[in-house]
């Protein structure tokens, strides 16, 4: 829209073009006004040629800024569907970055390799030989893992002395050895350790700290359930806890099934908005109950026995902070279609170690919204497929709201 | 300062806020103190369980003291032992005393044959 003044003329276009009027005029105050037909104008630019070059040059002039505008326009729709190694090595590194300074300065940091430069130095008894002293009743057999495991499985006869609680459980378990029978003078068998934690070599080196002189590991850490007579109780679904406002936001995402069944919006850039703030914004609370203290974290994802010993620290050193920096990139419109494919592809990760731990009945914390009480089920199977689904649609569809890659888009502008 | 620098320090600054926001708990001043077990464990060692308002604390028991930090969370205390290890504490009386779930899992309430029962007792006593 533009303001004419005394001398301006307009409809000049219509009359160059013979095409109807690009604009309508309306009078703000008393005005004359000289109306001339084709046919006149045609005449007046016959006889007048500094009228037609300026009427040229204004016609020039606008076909001009109307490229600029559309090749500007072009430009920023096509930066905003780039995506490139660099966005990816920017987020990775920024994460890495963040997560290694913080675990320095942090008074509840872990080493970046657990164990790491530790000698072996408990003897490891085989599996054979020691079938052999459990049936002689010639050794105490003690498990190192979680109670929660222990309860579930574990040799018959075996006592629980769970690594991590060992500085708090140990004098009971002292005691219960004053109190059994012969146990004193028996060897001690540890077993109980799993790929992602030696639990057993880790409790027989403390054993012998506090002076047990006959203490041996378990060979082939994983074996004794195929070889020893087992007790325990049926898996039970572990209790949950009330996880806040986080456990209820984890939910919403459910609501992008019946959301991409309407045709009009399963596209819309404005569902790529909803999806990328409700996921930017799960994915930074869960890394804010994470990142503070990251060896319980760490214990979280040992006990899902997929990752190996020399990548749990790291891992749960790297993941917290990697969330935080995606979530926070897809939440602020930074990179945003590579953002949606990391916390994709951390996403799939997830529903591996869920799947994994649904199939083989673990008595595990998720690990994902709070530091415990939060069960592994398929409906955490259904949320992370909701916020798989919502990644997805980001990565196509999102084009607004956000602040980079040539400037910041409020909303769909015509051209 | 150009663009780039601009929406990092954007980023940066939005971490560090959260991270503060993050680290707020609830008041821990209600349940600092000592704390000794009811029943001994053994026949004659009880533990002694020392909750620093700082977030610092100790549990001693036949001579061996070992280092947490604590937390006030939803009205139960959450120990941090070094090893990742969380034991969750469900305060009763107002604090007077305080039931220990040494499952190291969370239980709505204290499981009877995994609890260690505390009483306050006076600095030292």
Redesign the interface.
Known sequence: MTELGPGAYFGEVALVTGQPRTASVESLVETSLVKVSKEEFDRLLDHNPQLARHIIQQLSGWLVSGDRRLEEEVVHQVKLRQISWFDYALMVS?SLF?ALIFNFYN??G?PLIYGWGEKPSIPEISLGQALEIYQKNEATFVDAR???FFTQQHIKGAQNL???????????F??MV?QTEGAKDKPFIVYGGTLSRRFDVVLARLLKKKGFKQVQVLQDYGGWRKVFPLEGKPPVE??S??L?LAGYLEWVPVSIFLLILIPAVRRSPYLSIYCRLLVGVIF?SFA??K???P?????NVVDFGMMPSWGVDLWSLALPWAE??VG??LV?G?RTRAAATLIAAMLLIFMVGLLHAIYLHLPI?CGCVG???EPVTWWKMLKNTGMLVMCIQTFLYDRFLV??RGGFIWRASAI | MNRESLKLAAVFGLILVMLAVSGCGESRSQFAGTYRSVNPVGEKNYIDLELEESGKGTWTVAGSTTEFTWVVNDRKIWIYLKTGAIIIITPSGGGEELSADMTGEWHPGCPPNSCVTFKRVAKGG
């Open positions: 920024l963040l008074d509840s872990i979680k109670s929660a769970p690594e991590v609680l060992f500085p708090l459980m140990y004098p009971m002292q005691y004053t572990a209790p806890a009330p806040g930074m804010l109950s990142i503070m203290r060896a319980v974290f760490a214990l935080l920096v926070m990139f602020l930074i914390n530091e415990v009480g602040l980079d």
